[in-house]
């Protein structure tokens, strides 16, 4: 008896890799040795018992039966029940497992058979080599290019050409009034990159900063927006953990986000986890982002701790008070009304302090017995100023992440010594420059909203044209939560 | 009855990564979290049976029994008789594959065990990423990978 046992690992999902596998009639679309291939007398291919009748290209012939299928195990278990190749008491197997570090999947392909005297070598390479290597290969390949140019036929799109979508443009730096929604087009990937059909953006107060040109992060005419969420369209030859049709988000430091269509570097998206939806994820990715890093890199927020967060009702504070809540921190809040008060206080803030016109430092003090704050997240700046430092206990950390009313000038050193205060002003992608570090990050916050210690709350949804209302919503400080324009 | 099941791929043939962690009481040899091991009663340590008396590096001490051994199958199945884990009816099997596509190998590491409810979610996380994950880290690192 012959013995031929080969394995591989496949660069995608075991659910991808079994959904064309458990299929006993798709071998004539993706192996390259098949010619044709039919079940006899219509059955459903995954029909115990059902046979499948098929050419080879080399001109043979083969009857094969399936005698045992199994969703559980990923696996599947076929014999020869003709063929006008020698194969006699061929029984074959295929089974998955995944590969748990890196989300791949194991296939082992083995089979069993008597072949005529002398032509054993002969039989166990053709088997071995021209049927279960040339199978890797090719399945590879066809989960590739073959689930590519499927959508690509089914979106009418130009294979491997340029496609057509729309994007918000920033014709010059200023208001609302300098966003129009123009058609654009969107290049093929490159080697290392990914197309992507974005199917949500989130909107940030970055954005602002950009269109204002406070950030000069783009030169105008370009388009905005930092985050977006959608399914992979095409994928370049050097992308290998990708595939078309799978989920992803990504936040990068290069505007662009809000359009229908984009290609960007395959290192920055994310996979977006089973369970959450592509608005969450667009929703959650970047705000996300910002809270962990904030909470977990630029201040080690320990259990005891008290926090202020400003803006504790908006997108990165409902976060910040959520999370830091979570980590056994005080949270006190900063808010423009009493119905933000009340959202702020759903989210984990113990205290919040409804002050529109930023004067919150002395409802701090007594909030903590005249002691301040461990650390204030600042996303206000200028016109906060003096009270978030007047907010601030002595070995307190003053971390201005963002500056709403305008840029925080620098603090003066005196000022800083007399309680001998830490000041940081992070930037988020300096933190997400490294993909490893980016990585963390985003599975930490997907972690979180697993747990539901993040709970989004897409409470504005707005079309992509018009995301000139939905800026100003959050600029003129309407907004609650999140805000995500879907295409 | 909860499940943990980790698994990796390791740049070195089957052989290789099996004659590496063949030996039950070798754990300090390869996985990061082990201290120092011995064998009770002075058993070989590839006789079914044998009980390792191992330390953690953060102090606490195991002790598991080998069940079954298989250089055939590149298999071993061992239960945990004491730990400080807080998990009961623990049995866990290391398990490698030849993946003869690039002569590399396939590491299974799996366990089933019962524990109080409520510690299910932490003791899955903490075997599965903290043992299991760690020690294939500590061989991709060993044997380097692509």
């Known amino acids: 008896m012959q013995r031929v046992t080969r394995s591989a690992i496949i660069d995608a999902p075991i659910e991808r890799v079994w959904e064309v596998l458990r299929d006993f009639n798709s071998h004539d679309r993706w192996h390259p040795a098949v010619a044709d291939s039919h079940i006899e007398n219509g059955e459903a291919p995954d029909q115990i018992g059902c046979v499948r009748n098929f050419h080879l290209r080399d001109g043979a012939h083969i009857r094969e039966q399936l005698i045992a299928l199994s969703d559980t195990d990923h696996m599947s278990t076929y014999c020869i029940l003709d063929a006008t190749v020698p194969l006699q008491r061929y029984v074959a197997t295929v089974q998955l497992k995944p590969v748990t570090d890196g989300n791949r999947t194991f ?180 705000k996300g982002m910002t809270a962990e890093y904030l909470l977990h890199r630029v201040h080690m927020v320990r259990a005891g701790e008290t926090i202020l967060v400003h803006a504790a009702a908006g997108g990165v504070g409902t976060f910040l008070c959520q999370w830091g809540k979570y980590l056994g921190a005080r949270v006190i809040g900063t808010v423009g009304s009493e119905e933000k008060a009340r959202i702020a206080r759903e989210n984990g803030c113990d205290v919040p302090i409804v002050s529109p016109d930023y004067q919150f430092a002395d409802a701090v003090k007594a909030a903590t017995g005249g002691r301040g704050v461990d650390v204030v997240f600042d996303g206000l700046g200028r016109m906060a100023e003096r009270e978030s430092y007047e907010s601030i206990a002595r070995l307190g950390h003053w971390v201005s992440y963002g500056h709403a009313t305008g840029m925080l000038p620098s603090l003066d050193a005196n000022l800083q010594s007399e309680k001998s205060l830490r000041v940081s002003r992070p930037v988020l992608f300096h933190y997400t420059a490294d993909t490893v570090r980016l990585r963390a990050m985003a599975t930490n916050v997907f972690a979180m909203l697993d747990r539901e210690v993040l709970k989004v709350n897409v409470r504005h949804r707005y079309p992509l044209t018009s995301a000139a209302s939905a800026l100003d919503a959050l600029e003129s400080r309407q907004t609650i939560g999140s805000v995500v324009l879907v295409a | 009855m909860i499940k943990v099941y980790t698994s990796s791929v390791v740049d070195a043939s089957a052989d290789a990564v099996w004659a590496h962690i063949r030996d039950f009481n070798g754990l300090p040899k390869w996985h990061p979290a082990i201290a120092e091991s011995r064998i009770e009663g002075n058993w070989p340590s590839d006789r079914v049976g044998c009980i390792r008396n191992f330390q953690l590096r953060d102090g606490g001490t195991i002790r598991e029994q080998l069940l079954t051994l298989s250089d055939y199958d590149y298999q071993c199945t061992y239960s945990i008789l004491e730990s400080p884990m807080g998990v009961d009816n623990y049995i866990a099997t290391l398990k490698l594959t030849p993946v003869t596509d690039g002569n590399r190998t396939f590491a299974e590491w799996s366990a089933e065990f019962d524990t109080l409810p409520g510690q299910e979610r932490r003791l899955a996380e903490s075997i599965g990423q903290g043992v299991f994950q760690a020690g294939f880290d500590a061989l991709k690192s060993y044997f380097g990978h692509r």
């Open chain 1, 107 to 286: 296939w082992h392909w083995q089979s069993t058979f008597d072949a005529p005297p002398g032509r054993e070598a002969e039989l166990a390479d053709m088997v071995g080599s021209g049927v279960y290597e040339a199978g890797f290969d090719a399945l590879r390949r066809y989960l590739r290019e073959g689930t590519r140019r499927a959508q690509a036929s089914v979106s009418g799109a130009p294979r491997g050409g340029e496609m057509t979508g729309q994007a918000v443009i920033l014709k010059a730096f200023g208001g609302v009034e300098q966003l129009s929604f123009e058609n654009i087009q969107v290049p093929a990937p490159g080697l290392r990159e990914v197309r992507l059909r974005q199917a949500a953006a989130g909107i940030n107060y970055i954005d602002i900063y950009i269109r204002r040109g406070e950030y000069r992060m783009l030169t105008p005419p370009a388009a905005l927006g930092m985050e977006a969420a959608g399914t992979v369209v095409d994928v370049g030859a050097d992308v290998h953990n990708l595939l078309p049709g799978d989920r992803v988000a990504y936040a990068w430091d290069n505007p662009g986000a809000f359009a229908t269509l984009r290609t960007l570097p395959a290192e920055q998206v994310v996979p977006i986890p089973t369970g959450v939806e592509i608005e969450t994820a667009a929703a959650v990715l970047f």
